[in-house]
């Protein structure tokens, strides 16, 4: 197993690395169980941060993110689930392609939520930015229930994610080419 070498709010990690296709690798970053980086990466985040008044991620590697950064800032924060619960009434939509589960997903709200989110600022949280395309659901779906959008934050920007000019992010996360 190969392995990348992270430095990120002041912590180091090795990230195995992991095939997202015949040609290239991806380093795995996951939040689950590592405490010590949730909270420190939390702090960094919210830094960097305009005023808000929700954060809001997709289900599920953001949610510990989320949670951490909720807990500290003291403003709640809301999950876009991918599938409708039963306690979830007049659902709103979107679909999503992602890297990470190489296929089509749906994230959904709550009318719960979306009431939460009407009218209010939207910072959107996730793990890693890659191709974007999660982010492009989580804003369609702010739209769908009236909020605005004041900030895209990540830990990491993947490829050329790092590029972008409207994300905020702590780390650059490089990909691995090969034949």
Same mark, same amino acid.
Do not use: W
């Given at each position: 197993?190969?392995?990348?070498?992270?430095?990120? &709010?002041?912590?180091? %990690?090795?990230?195995?690395?992991?095939?997202?296709?015949?040609? =290239?690798? !991806?380093? &795995?970053?996951?939040?689950?169980?590592?405490? #010590?980086?949730?909270?420190?990466?939390? %702090? #960094?985040?919210?830094? +960097?941060?305009?005023?808000?008044? !929700?954060?809001?991620?997709? /289900?599920? +590697?953001?949610?510990?993110?989320?949670? @951490?950064?909720?807990?500290? =800032?003291?403003?709640?924060?809301?999950?876009? $689930? +991918?599938?409708?619960?039963?306690?979830? %009434?007049?659902?709103? /939509?979107?679909?999503?392609?992602?890297?990470?589960?190489?296929?089509?997903?749906?994230?959904?709200?709550? /009318?719960? /939520? *979306?009431? =939460? !989110? %009407?009218?209010?600022?939207?910072?959107?949280?996730?793990?890693?930015?890659?191709?974007? @395309?999660?982010?492009?659901?989580?804003? #369609?779906? *702010?739209?769908?229930?009236?909020?605005?959008?004041?900030?895209?934050?990540?830990?990491?920007? #993947?490829?050329?994610?790092?590029? $972008?000019?409207?994300? *905020?992010?702590? @780390?650059?996360?490089?990909?691995?080419?090969?034949?």
């Amino acid at each position: 197993m190969q392995y990348y070498t992270l430095h990120v &709010a002041g912590l180091t %990690r090795q990230l195995p690395l992991c095939a997202a296709s015949d040609k =290239m690798d !991806i380093a &795995a970053f996951i939040m689950f169980s590592d405490v #010590e980086l949730t909270i420190a990466c939390a %702090r #960094e985040l919210i830094a +960097k941060l305009p005023p808000c008044d !929700i954060l809001l991620t997709a /289900e599920s +590697k953001g949610i510990p993110l989320a949670y @951490e950064m909720s807990r500290q =800032m003291g403003v709640p924060y809301i999950v876009a $689930r +991918k599938s409708v619960k039963v306690y979830t %009434r007049n659902p709103i /939509e979107v679909t999503v392609n992602s890297i990470t589960t190489q296929h089509t997903q749906k994230l959904y709200l709550g /009318e719960d /939520e *979306v009431n =939460m !989110i %009407r009218g209010k600022r939207i910072a959107v949280i996730d793990d890693v930015i890659s191709t974007g @395309e999660s982010l492009t659901a989580l804003d #369609e779906l *702010v739209g769908k229930a009236g909020g605005k959008i004041v900030t895209q934050a990540a830990v990491l920007a #993947e490829g050329d994610a790092a590029s $972008r000019t409207d994300i *905020v992010f702590l @780390e650059k996360l490089p990909l691995f080419f090969h034949d």
